[in-house]
Nanobody
Framework: VQLQASGGGAVQAGGSLNLSCVAT????????MGWYRQAPGKERELVAG???????NYANFVKGRFTISRDNAKNMVALQMNNLEPEDTAVYYC???????????????WGQGTQVTVSS
């Protein structure tokens, strides 16, 4: 399973970005999908997650500014980020817990990361 993220960039505070991530390769099922971020000198942290059935959860720091969505038919997960703050500056990684065959165990797969930079 390969995850390809896109949509990062540089914006001013208060701006918006939409991140998307597409899974390709040998996929039997994508279970949970989500977005994590890692700022310089900090540990990677969960931003938002979504189940295959569309149940979502968010980190407290999102404060209603971000919306996660997924399209199961397209093996895609997206993160709409509004009212961005300088503290949101980080590399954002998409993640999926996936199975490659009906008999395989589920493993975590990661995208390559996309940089989000928010200036004040």
């Amino acid at each position: 399973v390969q995850l390809q993220a896109s949509g990062g960039g540089a914006v001013q505070a208060g701006g918006s970005l939409n991140l998307s991530c597409v899974a390709t390769g040998r996929i039997y099922v994508l279970n949970g999908m989500g977005w994590y971020r890692q700022a310089p000198g900090k540990e990677r942290e969960l931003v938002a997650g979504i189940t295959r059935d569309g149940v979502s959860n968010y980190a407290n720091f999102v404060k209603g500014r971000f919306t996660i969505s997924r399209d199961n038919a397209k093996n895609m997960v997206a993160l709409q980020m509004n009212n961005l703050e300088p503290e949101d500056t980080a590399v954002y990684y998409c993640n999926s817990r996936a199975k490659t065959t009906i008999d395989s165990s589920a493993f975590d797969y990661w995208g390559q990361g996309t940089q989000v930079t928010v200036s004040s």
